[in-house]
């Protein structure tokens, strides 16, 4: 059965410093998302990665994927309020006979000035 | 090009009673996938369907239910609601069950009282 682990689950963090939010799964992956939901919202679409090495960025967000390691890391540079949300990791993995999406517990970011 | 839409919005019923949530996938998308998220248990699959078919079921009791019509417009529903059943459903579609996206509707919000 296919395990993803977020850490952290919650962080704060101060308007303009770096942080990096992690997510380790448990067997081989065809695609690993990553996800923004503000509160009461449905999920955003962030990245999609989809092979080992795989490194995407959009603004303030830069999301890579190690295979190998069955790691994702979701890094966080000069953050500032609006990047205040949960962020989901989820990973797909029919082709391993897994349901698609399983996702993790989430990290709630909240960006404090 | 409209987005996954999801109908209703809003839903309160009480115990025992039954459900159906629908979802219309964006034009020329065949696969739906729904999935339940609640404080406690996060995000969790409860079906796909491609086809009129569905492809996978998650860990859910036989009171969820769900169908896909020709026109891959798909509906779920909820038999003998439960306290436990009170949360966010949300809709996902893509192209094809192969697809790199998932983009995901606004979601139901289900209050059983």
């Known amino acids: 059965e296919l395990k993803v682990e977020q850490n952290p689950l919650f962080l704060s963090m101060q308007e303009g410093k770096n942080y990096t939010i992690y997510c380790n799964y448990s067997t081989t992956s065809d695609r690993l998302y990553w996800y923004r939901q503000d509160p009461g919202k449905s999920l955003e679409s962030l990245f999609v990665?989809?092979?080992?090495?795989a490194v995407k960025q959009e603004g303030r967000l830069m999301a890579s994927l190690d295979t190998k390691a069955r790691l994702s890391t979701l890094h966080i540079t000069a953050a500032v309020h609006d990047l205040s949300a949960t962020y989901f990791c989820?990973?797909?993995?029919?082709?391993?006979?897994?349901?698609?999406?399983?996702f993790g517990k989430g990290t709630r970011l909240s960006v404090i000035a | 090009k409209a987005g996954v839409t999801q109908t209703p919005r809003y839903l309160i019923k009480t115990r025992g009673q039954q459900v159906t949530l629908s979802c219309s996938p964006i034009?020329?998308?065949?696969?739906v996938s729904w999935y339940q998220q609640t404080p406690g248990q996060g995000l969790q699959f409860l079906f796909e369907?491609?086809?009129?078919?569905?492809?996978n079921k998650g860990n859910f009791p036989g009171r969820f239910s769900g169908r896909q019509f020709s026109n891959s417009r798909s509906e779920m529903n909820v038999s003998t609601l439960e306290l436990g059943d009170s949360a966010l459903y949300l809709c996902a579609s893509s192209f094809s069950r192969t697809s790199n996206e998932q983009f995901f509707g606004p979601g139901t919000r289900l209050t059983v009282l």
């Open positions: 990665l989809l092979s080992n090495g």
């Open positions: 989820a990973v797909d993995s029919r082709n391993s006979g897994n349901t698609p999406l399983v």
């Open positions: 369907y491609f086809s009129e078919t569905q492809r």
């Open positions: 034009s020329g998308h065949r696969s």
